[in-house]
């Protein structure tokens, strides 16, 4: 099983970024889909999911400004990130629970928001 992210970069604050997270070798289905993002020095951190019927959930710190989807049959899903602020730069982590409540991590892809 592997979970591949991308579309992370270097951004001005108040742009835009989308993630991408495709997964691959799962032989049954993916459950629930997930970001989360660890800044320097901070923790990990849930920042949107989703789940196998669809609802979704953000941080208060993203409210209002990121939004989670995904394309069930591809097995793929997006952080679509808008008015990006300095404090939101951070390694992004895709995250997936499968059919057998088995969960799995990708490796990161990095957001830079600068002022």
């Known amino acids: 099983v592997q979970l591949q992210a991308s579309g992370g970069g270097l951004v001005q604050s108040g742009e835009s970024l989308t993630l991408s997270c495709a997964a691959s070798g799962f032989t049954g289905s993916v459950n629930t889909m997930a970001w989360y993002r660890q800044a320097p020095g901070k923790r990990r951190e849930l920042v949107a999911s989703?789940?196998?019927?669809?609802?979704?959930n953000q941080s208060d710190a993203v409210k209002g400004r990121f939004a989670i989807s995904r394309d069930i049959v591809e097995k793929r899903w997006y952080l679509h990130m808008y008015k990006l602020k300095p404090e939101d730069t951070a390694v992004y982590y895709c995250?997936?629970?499968?059919?057998?409540?088995?969960?799995?991590w990708g490796r990161g892809t990095q957001v830079t928001v600068f002022s």
């Open positions: 995250y997936a629970i499968d059919s057998t409540s088995s969960a799995y």
């Open positions: 989703i789940s196998a019927a669809g609802r979704t």
